[in-house]
């Protein structure tokens, strides 16, 4: 009598292979939207989405860079979705008349002589300054100096080439560090005037 090899349940096969990848899909998720919820809603989507491809999902050799291309494209066709007017604006990363200016070296290395309070204002321009940027800077500019991706990665989930990847990350760098230091100024001459 031959026994019939036990193969496991398309579900439990799908969530096997998708499981260990959905904290960094959700991260990702968030960069994209801002908010918690709308990034739970889009890993969601994708999610459901992709369940029905089960075959090829297991084929591919590098899942983390593909999920996050598949989230990427997911949020976009997501916004194109949406009627005019609504709140969130992205600016195309393939539109060159729509790419703004990105920090070579934000934060120095050097001990603040201002002390903790004056960092921790610092933190506060910084965050607010990365939060007013458009969902494409800013994702970009938090996947690689925050996360840690490589710009290889993020031109290969973004389709784009590596060499648009840094003049974009240049650009995003560069418009912070001079709204950085635009804001920073008031601040420091407060501090000035205290003293």
Not at 166 to 172: A, D, G, M, N
Request: charged residues 30%; glycine residues 4%.
């Amino acid at each position: 009598m031959a026994l019939l090899q036990f193969r496991q349940s398309k579900a439990k096969r799908y969530e096997q292979l998708i499981q260990p990848h959905l904290k960094p899909m959700y991260n990702y998720a968030f960069r994209l939207t801002g908010r918690p919820h709308d990034a739970e809603d889009l890993v969601q989507e994708v999610v459901t989405k992709l369940f029905p491809k089960l075959e090829e999902l297991e084929q591919v050799s590098q899942l983390r860079p593909w999920l996050a291309r598949v989230v990427y494209r997911q949020f976009i066709d997501n916004v194109r979705k949406r009627p005019a007017g609504r709140e969130i604006h992205t600016s195309a990363l393939d539109d060159p008349e729509h790419q703004t200016t990105f920090i070579e070296t934000l934060a120095s290395n050097e001990p603040d002589p201002l002390g903790h309070s004056d960092s921790d204002q610092r933190g506060d321009i910084l965050r607010q300054i990365i939060s007013e940027l458009q969902p494409d800077q800013r994702t970009l500019l938090l996947l690689h100096d925050s996360d840690g991706w490589r710009q290889e990665d993020i031109a290969e989930i973004l389709e784009v080439p590596l060499g648009t990847i840094k003049s974009r990350l240049h650009r995003v760098r560069a418009l912070v560090r001079s709204k950085f230091q635009e804001r920073l100024e008031p601040f420091e001459e407060q501090l000035r005037d205290s003293h």
